[in-house]
């Protein structure tokens, strides 16, 4: 690896591998710490915690390790939804529910406990903070920045790259269209972006000198070298990690991501409401909808998801992977991140 990959990052790192926030308990202490001590940057993620249970797993992982670590949250806008169209989803899905002998869940807006969150952070002072979804305010950014927090806004296109920089982010996350989970889109009811990972960091060069990171479909030491090439700092690998010893990945999941018979990732909104791409399965395939209420269809969906996976079923359950997940292998973390590094 050359020092030059990571010159333009306003931290050091030996290698220039981010392990990519996982919210749904794959990000572990134990896989963020293993991904720093690796020499990478490992991250937590904040999404879907209490601030409480994050306060508690960066002190778990500063006990870990001694290198930086960052934590991701989920940046959730206000939305008017279609009452009726979520009611008919709950029907719709009823059956899932009665197989189980569950409810489905029932709707509900909240903010992810965004004031709390941010608090912990002030206080905690993890190196990095990334947010995905959306973009906070200015103010937001200007009292991390000011606590020499690195801040770090994940963008899917040149117009919400231009918005990060203009409030203030002092490095973008590029994700591409390949990318396991979420798409960060800060539209939930925007179409996600298609072009190629390369052409994106490419247009985004070229309108920033900001630090970027980028990742989506990843998993092999060639693919990193050419997003490095193409004018990143560092990659962000999400899939690449789900085997690792380390990952939280609950056994369901694990198991798909080496079944031949899931032969492709798709984009759905069905598990959630925001475009996510995973393993494809007939939940996906039942349920091919445009709804856009985030996170309401993440808490109509959730009773169904823990039963899925408490019965094993990968077809019930968001199986989120990227393109590159049949050369995701498992093994100590700090092996997989040795193998991708240039
Ligand atoms: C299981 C899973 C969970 C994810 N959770 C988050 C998250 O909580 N926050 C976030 O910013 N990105 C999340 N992502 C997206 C990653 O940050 C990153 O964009 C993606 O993993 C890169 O593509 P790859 O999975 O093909 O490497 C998740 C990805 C996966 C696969």
New binding site residues.
């Given amino acids: 690896m050359s020092p030059s990959h990571t010159a333009s990052l306003p931290f050091d790192l030996k290698r220039p591998i981010i392990g ?5 308990g ?2 572990t202490p134990e896989l963020v710490a293993a991904v720093t001590n690796a020499g990478g940057l490992g ?1 937590l ?3 879907y915690k209490t601030p409480h249970q994050l306060a508690e797993q960066i002190i778990a992982t500063r006990a870990l390790t001694s290198g930086p670590i960052g934590v ?1 949250l ?1 940046v959730v806008a206000a939305n008017d939804v279609d009452e009726h169209e979520l009611e008919t989803y709950r029907q719709e899905l009823k059956y899932y529910a009665d197989r189980y002998g569950i409810e489905v869940g029932t709707h509900k807006w909240d903010d992810d406990s965004w004031h709390g969150k941010l608090d912990v952070l002030q206080d905690l002072k993890p190196d990095v903070v ?3 979804f959306d973009c906070p305010e200015v103010e937001v950014l200007d009292e991390l920045n000011a606590l020499d927090i690195h801040t770090a806004v ?1 963008v899917t296109s040149t117009d919400e790259a231009r918005i990060a920089a203009e409030r203030g982010a002092q490095i973008l ?1 590029v ?2 269209t ?5 798409r ?1 889109t800060f539209d939930p009811a925007a179409e996600p972006g298609t072009e190629p990972l390369p052409d994106l960091i490419t247009a985004i060069r070229n309108t920033t000198d900001l630090s970027l990171i980028a ?5 092999t030491r060639e693919q990193v070298r050419t997003v490095l090439d193409a004018g990143a700092a560092a990659v ?5 990690l ?1 085997l690792a010893d380390e990952a939280g ?1 609950n056994s369901t999941h694990r198991s798909a991501l080496q079944d031949p018979t899931f032969t492709e990732t798709k984009v759905t909104r069905a598990f959630t409401g925001r475009p996510a ?1 995973g393993l494809r399965n007939r939940f996906m395939d039942e349920h091919d909808r445009s709804g856009h209420a985030y996170p309401q269809i993440h808490y109509i969906t959730a009773p169904l998801r823990a039963a899925a996976a408490a019965n094993n079923d990968p077809h019930a359950l968001h199986l ?6 049949r050369t995701t292998h498992t093994g100590p973390a700090a092996d997989i991140i040795a193998d991708l590094t240039p």
Avoid: C, E, K
């Fill in positions: 990519a926030p996982m919210a749904g794959i990000s991250f993620a904040g999404g991701n989920f990334s947010f995905t994940t996350i994700q591409g390949d990318a396991g989970g979420h960060a990742g989506g479909g990843i998993s962000q690998v999400g899939t690449a789900l990945t791409r989120w992977a990227g393109t590159g997940y």
